[in-house]
């Protein structure tokens, strides 16, 4: 073997272990180091958690974002979590990937403790991460869209009096970005699946209201992005067009992009020529925001 050809063979050695060492996950750490609260064992899927992607040094913007995948609260999709938090990276945004708690082994309120606890993290964690508390946000896919605007609708200051220095921040986001999702709980466009995992079977008339996140947005509530296709075949466009009417009702900004064609759960759409342009609308819309420079 020539000088030439050995020194060619370690370029490509070293390249392929850097482009492995790139895409290593980083490690979960759970929301709850001493138990997650209502926690109902010590499996998996009792301990809520999340993997923080931060963005690379020389294109952050201090900006975060805690993402929720879909599965109908019933699973977690991955290209809904890991390859959304790359994007985000690319962007110069940290990404928060959740890990929430599922049904029916687990129902409301878990799922939206483990929400506002991420969010909660990333702000109580602010300084250590060079994340800006006052840009950070939330993002969900399909069922992960729904728990993401009950995050939006339904958040506190904290509490100065907690033991806990994570409880004493705010658990509000932002901004809120919504993509195909679940929206209402009522009649006639539930998503079936995600209320009976989400609520049980027979929910009160009182928390279906109460998880009907187009019922409960208020002025509050952070600028909102919606993405949705007009012939979803899973989620009905109408929860969209409903959280958007609420948001104008209630004078929040919002941003609502309907595509003609695309199946549910698309993500971020890579292999659909028309539909992978909706990531570059979300870009456009989050440098307004001053998410993105």
């Known amino acids: 073997m020539t000088k030439h050809t050995l020194l060619l063979a370690l370029m490509m050695i070293l390249t392929s272990t850097l482009a492995l060492a790139q895409n290593v996950e980083p490690s979960a750490q759970p929301l709850w180091p001493?138990?997650?609260?209502?926690?109902?064992?010590?499996?998996?899927?009792?301990?809520?958690?999340?993997?923080?992607?931060?963005?690379?040094?020389?294109?952050?913007?201090?900006?975060?974002?805690?993402?929720?995948?879909g599965g109908g609260y019933r699973g977690?999709?991955?290209?809904?979590?890991?390859?959304?938090?790359?994007?985000?990276?690319?962007?110069?945004?940290?990404?928060?990937?959740?890990?929430?708690?599922?049904?029916?082994?687990?129902?409301?309120?878990?799922m939206l403790h483990d929400v506002q606890r991420a969010i909660r993290t990333t702000r109580a964690r602010s300084a250590e991460w060079k994340v800006d508390p006052q840009r950070i946000g939330v993002m969900g896919f399909s069922a992960g869209g729904h728990l993401s605007s009950t995050a939006a609708t339904h958040f506190d200051a904290g509490r100065p009096e907690a033991p806990d220095p994570i409880d004493r921040v705010s658990s509000r986001p932002d901004v809120a970005i919504l993509c195909y999702p679940v929206i209402t709980m009522t009649d006639p466009f539930v998503h079936a699946g995600s209320r009976r995992n989400l609520l049980g079977e027979n929910p009160s008339p009182e928390l279906i209201k109460l998880l009907s996140s187009e019922q409960q947005v208020t002025a509050q509530t952070p600028p909102t992005f919606i993405f949705f296709t007009e012939d979803d075949k899973a989620v009905p466009l109408e929860n969209g067009l409903m959280m958007a009417a609420a948001l104008r009702n209630a004078k929040v900004p919002y941003e609502m992009h309907i595509y003609e064609t695309g199946r549910h759960g698309v993500g971020l759409a890579k292999d659909n020529p028309w539909l992978k342009t909706w990531p570059a609308l979300l870009e456009n819309w989050l440098r307004k925001r001053e998410f993105v420079k």
């Open 76 to 110: 977690l999709a991955r290209h809904e979590g890991y390859d959304i938090a790359l994007w985000l990276n690319s962007l110069g945004v940290s990404a928060v990937v959740l890990k929430y708690r599922l049904g029916p082994k687990y129902q409301h309120p878990s």
């Open 34 to 69: 001493g138990g997650a609260p209502g926690a109902k064992g010590e499996l998996p899927e009792d301990i809520p958690s999340f993997q923080y992607y931060p963005a690379p040094a020389d294109k952050a913007t201090g900006a975060a974002i805690v993402v929720c995948p």
